[in-house]
């Protein structure tokens, strides 16, 4: 079957570095997403990596490694409006989206 | 650019009675329009997948008769739940897909809350 595990909840102060993994077992793979959700609304996109590397935009890094099947989100200089659930979302090789049950980020003063 | 709406954002209704929720493209136009849920704390899970002038595509366990999907012009997609209950109650997001912009990326819609008394 198709697993995206992702830690269930974590919890980070302001001002600091966080980095949230994402490991997954897909059919195929097309690309990796990550998304931001805060409670209530729908995702937003944050970034996408289908080759090996580390993917730099802003506060927001991602890094993939496909023959180990990981991922990780780095968020720096956190702020409290970080403070959300973010999603890994795999594509398949039928290039539907699988998606991870989220990591709920607790961003503490 | 990429704007998809959603209406309504949120909805209470009674049990048995019928919801409908649109989704539209805004600046562009979506061949395919994809329809999730999803319940608190939980990630989302893909209902169907709703190409324009054909019938939608239902993931397994979902009910097409009562999640009825029309996706009639490229920039609309609705989704109605037939005889609602309480069970139906979630946060209902659609997403579509700007083939000219690129292929294969998804552009979500800002959800619906929806209430079953």
């Known amino acids: 079957g198709q697993n995206i595990d992702q830690p269930t909840e974590m919890t980070a102060t302001e001002g600091a570095i966080v980095q949230i993994n994402c490991t997954y077992q897909t059919s195929g793979f097309n690309g990796l997403f990550w998304y931001q959700q805060h409670a209530g609304e729908a995702p937003t996109f944050l970034s996408y990596n289908v080759l090996d590397g580390l993917e730099e935009k802003g506060r927001f890094s991602s890094f993939l490694s496909r023959s180990k099947g990981y991922s990780y989100l780095l968020l720096k200089e956190l702020q409290m409006k970080d403070s959300a659930s973010y999603l890994c979302a795999v594509r398949d090789q039928d290039y539907q989206l699988i998606w991870g049950a989220g990591t709920k980020l607790i961003i503490k003063p | 650019g990429a704007v998809v709406s959603q209406h309504p954002s949120r909805v209470i209704c009674k049990s048995g009675t019928s919801v409908k929720i649109e989704c539209r493209s805004l600046?562009?136009?979506?061949?395919?329009m994809f329809w999730y849920r999803q319940f608190p704390k939980k990630s989302l899970m893909l209902m169907a997948t709703s190409n324009e002038g054909s019938k939608a595509t239902y993931e397994q366990g979902v009910e097409k008769d009562k999640f009825l999907i029309n996706h009639a012009s490229l920039t609309l997609s609705t989704l109605t739940v037939t005889s609602a209950h309480p069970e139906d109650s979630s946060f209902y997001i659609c997403s579509a897909r700007d083939l000219a912009r690129d292929l294969y990326e998804q552009y979500f819609g800002p959800g619906t809350r929806l209430t079953v008394t």
């Open positions: 600046d562009f136009q979506a061949t395919t």
